[in-house]
């Protein structure tokens, strides 16, 4: 068993994978083996992560899931906790090793109760053993509601919370609760997930990461059985241009990054040259040797804030030379340049109002997916809602599946994607999904999409792929934001200064 860190990437199964699995372990080894490693290890952790808890209280669904907490509630019951039982199962219907897992429940003599003792306190432990991989979208009314007061009263607890395999309700695929499931409020109690066999990409993005808190793994001694990855949870550190430096280097070594963006106070009322220094800052302390800024604002701007940074023209870019970064607080203003930044750099990041005028304009999609045709590579990297623009659907819908929806962006436009959010999924066709493991909530402050759209660039120039200077660097940042001391506020500029 292993607590999951961002120190390594870990490979990721979907259902249908995780199921494959599954059954390719369950038919080489002995009956019920699989879910007694389960409960095994999920009772394992228990004592490990409340060796002082007076009371266990498990909550188990009729199904494999819920046997995996009968099979623990045994062990525990073995190994002298005061452990109870709240069982929606049915001995005539349940599945065959949550059946058998119940009556070694039954013999090691588990007390069965309707509900969670009246007085658990922080220092207790319950077991979400409700629903795993099994969570279909609709069920019969009835077990419904009692499986829903049960998981509410889980929610509602003082006590640490232990999910085996995933939160119930959690889709595994998605990170998405499926309706009625969520908490109603942000949990007060501490929280664990015990993945079983694999790793799933829905513990990692959308609702995911605060549904899980700590994520462990148990691969129940079959990790050698295990399919191809579906996706893959982080990735390597990838060396920065400046970790790449030999002394020969020189400071068109580590690539030229021209900032395309910040619409000026006097086109519409509204300055954003701002987002345009951010990036510009992030793509110097991301290491590239020269950073260039080309602002939208009619040339009101005479000198940068920062000597090392250089002021440009669009037209005066030398295009073949450079890395854009294109759309940083471009506002409408944008609009007017991407058909040149479009058809001629050579290497693309395309961010915020770049990709909304792409989003309203056939004509600048057309160019966009022309790109890849003439060998000029791009990154996307839309929030949400720029991701619903460019796909013409709701942000809801993009939230309800985000690695479908990278995936289906990348494709569209034939270049890499990083949607954004909690757990960024970074997509390219042809290469392997990657939910971005770092980062925190502290990063929901303005300017830090900015940021991330420079260190990208950077990265992009000191030459590496577009999916590994996208994936590396989104790590990068989350990772800024993680070792963020906690009593400081984190702000855009500090951030792009903070990174390495
Ligand atoms: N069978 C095996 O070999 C193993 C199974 N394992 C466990 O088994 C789980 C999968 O078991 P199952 O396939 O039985 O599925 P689950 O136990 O996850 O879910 C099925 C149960 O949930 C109910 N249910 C599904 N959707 C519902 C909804 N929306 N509202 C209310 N009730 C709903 C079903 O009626 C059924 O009782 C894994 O997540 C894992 O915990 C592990 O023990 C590893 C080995
Ligand atoms: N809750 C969160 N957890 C992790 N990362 C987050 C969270 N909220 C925002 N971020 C990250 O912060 C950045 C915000 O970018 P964006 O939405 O473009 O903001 P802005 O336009 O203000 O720069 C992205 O890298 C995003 O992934
Ligand atoms: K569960």
Redesign the pocket.
């Known amino acids: 068993m292993l607590q999951l860190s961002a120190a390594q990437p870990h490979a990721l199964h979907d259902v249908a994978a995780t199921r494959a699995l599954e059954a390719a372990a369950a038919a080489s080894l002995p009956a019920h083996t699989l879910m007694r490693r389960a409960g095994a290890a999920t009772a394992r952790l228990a004592l490990a992560l409340a060796p002082h808890a007076r009371q266990i209280w498990i909550a188990c669904g009729g199904g494999n899931n819920g046997g995996d907490g009968l099979e623990a509630a045994a062990r525990l019951q073995q190994a002298g906790k005061a452990v109870s039982v709240t069982w929606l199962g049915d001995p005539s219907t349940t599945p065959a090793d949550a059946r058998a897992a119940w009556q070694r429940a039954l013999a090691a003599g588990v007390p069965f109760t309707p509900g969670p003792p009246a007085d658990l306190g922080p220092h207790d432990l319950c077991i979400d053993a409700l629903l795993g991989i099994g969570l279909r979208a609709t069920s019969q009314r009835g077990a419904a509601h009692e499986l829903r007061a049960l998981l509410a009263a889980l929610h509602a607890s003082p006590a640490t919370l232990l999910a085996v395999d995933l939160p119930s309700g959690l889709d595994a695929d998605t990170g998405q609760y499926a309706p009625g499931f969520a908490p109603d409020a942000p949990s007060r109690a501490a929280r664990h997930t015990l993945s079983l066999l694999t790793l799933k990409p829905g513990l990692f993005t959308g609702q995911g990461r605060d549904a899980c808190g700590s994520v462990w793994l148990d691969d129940l001694g079959c990790g050698a059985l295990a399919p191809a990855a579906t996706a893959q949870l982080g990735t390597q550190q990838q060396a920065d241009g400046r970790q790449a430096q030999r002394h020969a280097s020189h400071k068109g070594s580590f690539g030229d990054v021209a900032v395309i963006g910040g619409e000026g106070l006097s086109a519409r009322g509204m300055g954003m040259t701002g987002a345009a220094w951010l990036a510009a800052s992030a793509a110097l302390h991301g290491g590239a040797g020269r950073v260039m800024v080309a602002l939208l604002d009619e040339g009101t701007t005479l000198a940068p804030p920062w000597p090392e940074l250089m002021l440009r023209r669009v037209h005066a870019l030398d295009w073949p030379q450079l890395t854009a970064v294109c759309g940083c607080g471009g506002g409408e203003a944008v609009r007017a340049v991407l058909p040149e930044v479009l058809a001629r750099a050579a290497r693309l990041v395309l961010d915020?109002d770049g990709l909304n005028a792409v989003a309203g304009d056939s004509a600048l999609a057309a160019a966009l997916r022309a790109r890849a045709d003439a060998g000029l590579s791009t990154i996307l990297t839309p929030?949400p809602l720029e991701a619903a623009r460019l796909l013409h659907c709701t942000t809801a819908e993009v939230q309800a599946d985000r690695l479908a929806a990278a995936r289906a962006l990348a494709e569209r436009h034939a270049c890499t994607v990083v949607l954004?959010?909690?757990g960024?999924v970074t997509a390219t066709a042809g290469e392997r999904t990657i939910v971005n493991f770092t980062?925190?909530?502290r990063?929901?402050t303005?300017?830090?999409?900015?940021v991330?759209a420079g260190l990208i660039g950077a990265r992009l120039a000191a030459g590496l792929s577009p999916h590994a200077a996208a994936s590396s660097a989104?790590q990068a940042?989350?990772a800024a934001a993680d070792q963020w001391p906690a009593h400081q506020a984190l702000t855009?500029s500090a951030l792009a200064a903070a990174l390495q």
């Open positions: 915020a929030h954004k959010g909690s960024s980062g925190n909530a990063l929901a303005g300017g830090t999409g900015d991330l989104v940042h989350g855009a």
